[in-house]
């Protein structure tokens, strides 16, 4: 498979931006953005509303249940937000890229060496968004199956919603069900549209960004002493990359410090609903657990890249002729070496780096909230009983 054009990477992230009220490169915010944040604000209030209600030893599972949901509709909200604020140097940064990449396309070799990477990435973004829209769908009609599956058991008809709300009005009639579930599919859809678009947007980015770390260690790599003269071009080039490098961090370090401090949480809780709760929980959880491990996960996996591609300038450096080039040429390999051992990195705000480490981190401290529940947990019918 070829290498893909820049805009195909974009198109889809493009279209989301749009819908959200933030198009791409234009520096002001359209009405609709503020049209889909107040559904989605007033879906927050009334799930954390239901929340509060409902804070008690006795409810304590269905607290656990209820929390995925608020979380990922606040990392939702907190995310979009945190982008907006960003779109101008998004769009700088995306089209300094696209300046490289325009290089990258003329030039056989270097064309073959970000092929394989980026052609993934072009492939993840097509399924990425895909299997989130299919899961939150999946999720959100499930309601209307567990509704027919207790009517043709039990013939009585439960007004069940999709997500646990306390509002002003009984929703035990057709009409005010209808609307609320309705307007509760309809957050599921922005929240997805949201979280989809800024993680989208931060595959891309890193990606392209690591494939220009590729091409600076590959040119340094091949310097010996009959083209030693371009090395003045490399380093500047090599500046140029560290300083998109920093921007891609401005960017996201919001985002990705969101996104640490909720998927403890999010992960805890689906874990703990999936072992403890009813098996009517099980599918519900199950889709909103793989949801979030594969936003974490690949989060991770692209900031390692950066981190790797980073530090093999200098490795590539080392592995040049050095010994054959004149002392001045030296003394910059010198420098680029020492440069890179401090690889770029992508932070949580400098709280956390993001890599495999962060990763197996959240995966850790996830595992020991859910077994401090397990065993705090008393089913309601033990409390009774006592």
């Known amino acids: 498979m070829d290498i893909p054009p820049y805009e195909e990477f974009l198109k889809q992230i493009k ?30 209030v009334t799930e954390i509303s239901f929340f509060v209600s409902r804070i008690s030893a006795e409810n304590f599972l269905e607290l656990t249940q209820l929390a995925p949901c608020i979380c990922i509709g606040i990392l939702s909200l907190l995310k979009i937000a945190a982008i907006s604020q960003k779109r101008g140097k998004i769009y700088a940064l995306t089209e300094s890229l696209s300046q490289l990449y325009d290089h990258i396309l003329v030039d056989s070799n270097k064309r073959q060496l970000v092929r394989h990477e980026l052609v993934l990435v072009n492939m ?43 509002l002003p009005f009984s929703t035990d ?15 599921g859809f922005i929240c997805v549209l949201y979280y989809t678009t800024v993680d989208g947007l931060y595959f891309v980015l890193t990606s392209h960004v690591c494939g220009n770390f590729r091409v600076i260690s590959d040119m340094i790599g091949k310097l010996d002493a009959t083209n030693v003269d371009t090395l003045g071009e490399i380093v500047k080039s090599h500046q140029y990359i560290l300083k998109l490098g920093e921007d891609l961090e401005d960017i996201f370090t919001a985002p990705n410090l969101f996104n640490v401090l909720v998927g403890s949480l999010e992960i805890c809780a689906l874990g703990f609903n999936l072992t403890t709760g009813s098996w009517e929980q099980i599918p519900g959880s199950l889709l909103f657990i793989i949801s979030v491990l594969l936003q974490i996960l690949m989060m991770s996996v692209f900031g390692e890249n950066i981190i790797r591609e980073s530090t093999k300038v200098g490795d590539a450096a080392f592995l040049s002729n050095w010994y054959k080039m004149d002392t001045k040429s030296k003394k910059t390999i010198l420098t680029i070496m020492i440069r890179s051992h401090k690889p770029q990195r992508l932070t949580a705000y400098k709280f956390s780096t993001i890599s495999y480490g962060s990763f ?27």
């Open 15 to 44: 279209i989301n931006l749009w819908l959200t009220g933030i198009p791409y490169g234009d520096p002001k915010m359209y009405l609709r953005f503020y049209i889909l944040l107040c559904p989605l604000i007033i879906m927050m």
């Open 124 to 166: 993840l973004m097509k399924y990425f968004f895909v299997l989130n829209a299919v899961l939150i769908t999946v999720y959100n009609f499930s309601t209307l199956a567990m509704i027919l599956y207790h009517y043709f058991t039990t013939n009585e008809i439960v007004f069940r919603l999709p997500y646990a709300v306390l």
């Open 173 to 187: 009639a057709w009409i005010p069900w209808a609307g609320v579930y309705m307007h509760s599919v309809l957050c």
């Open 360 to 386: 197996t981190k959240i995966i850790s401290t996830s595992w020991s909230y859910f077994t401090i529940l397990r065993t705090v947990y008393k089913p309601p019918e033990m409390n009774k009983s006592e």
